[in-house]
C-alpha cells in the first residue's frame, strides 16, 4: 500500500461536496486521532498527525474562512511539512492547562523544550526535530503552548518501530518538565502505518 505524504490540490474538494460528506469523515477521523493522541505527564499531549488529519484540517479551514480555490495553496504551505514523509513521525505538541495563570508561569519556565523531547526504540534514542516555521521559544525563555515535532527514523529503525510488541517511550527531558510514556501496542501499530 503506497502512503500519501503530501496534499496536493486536486486533493482538495468544494465546500459544498465536503459538507455532504463530513459528519461521516468526523466520526472516523476522531476514532484514527485517538489513537494518534499520546500525553506525557500531566500537562503535555502529542497529537501525531497523518495525511488524514491535515487533510480533514485544510478542509476545515476552507469551510470556516470561506476562502475558496484562493485560500487552498496557503493552506497547502502551512500543512504539508505536518504530513509524515514515510521515514518520519510528526507531532503537534499542546501543553493545555485550563487557568491562564498557572499556564503562563509554566510555559515561562520551559523555554528550550523543543529541544528536549525524544522518542526512544529500545536502547536507540531518536531526537525530535522542531519545526522551523517559527521560534517556539521566545528572547525571555517562554515556550509556546504549541510545538511541532518531527521524529526521523532510519531503515533499521523503522523496521525496529513496526515489530510487534516493540517498546517505544516518548520522552519530555527539560529541567522543569520530565515526563515519559510508553506508547499502548494499539498506537504503535497505528503509527507504524505512517511508514513506508
Not at 12 to 21: G, L, M, P, S, V
Not at 102 to 114: H, Q
Not at 164 to 192: C, D, F, M
Request: charged share 30%.
Amino acid at each position: 500500500m503506497t502512503i500519501k505524504t503530501k496534499l496536493e490540490e486536486s486533493d482538495i474538494i468544494d465546500t459544498k461536496r465536503y459538507e455532504a460528506i463530513r459528519n461521516n469523515f468526523r466520526k472516523d477521523i476522531v476514532e484514527e486521532k485517538k489513537l494518534r493522541r499520546i500525553a506525557v505527564g500531566p500537562y503535555a499531549t502529542f497529537y501525531f498527525e497523518s495525511y488524514n488529519t491535515m487533510w480533514y484540517q485544510v478542509q476545515e479551514m476552507l469551510r470556516i474562512e470561506k476562502g475558496g480555490q484562493e485560500q487552498i495553496p496557503d493552506e497547502l504551505r502551512a500543512y504539508n511539512p505536518l504530513i509524515p514523509n514515510g521515514t518520519e513521525l510528526v507531532a503537534t505538541l499542546m501543553f493545555e492547562i485550563d487557568n491562564p495563570d498557572i499556564r503562563t508561569a509554566f510555559l515561562s519556565g520551559l523555554g528550550g523544550v523543543e529541544e528536549k523531547i525524544t522518542m526512544r526504540l529500545g536502547e536507540k534514542i531518536i531526537n525530535a526535530v522542531p519545526e522551523e516555521d517559527v521560534d517556539r521559544t521566545s528572547a525571555k525563555g517562554k515556550a509556546s503552548s504549541v510545538q511541532f515535532a518531527h521524529f526521523n527514523f532510519s531503515e533499521s529503525e523503522i523496521a525496529d518501530f513496526k515489530r510487534n510488541g516493540a517498546r517505544v517511550v516518548l520522552e519530555i527531558n527539560h529541567p522543569k518538565y520530565s515526563h515519559s510514556t510508553i506508547l499502548q501496542e494499539e498506537s504503535r501499530v497505528t503509527l507504524a502505518k505512517d511508514f513506508k
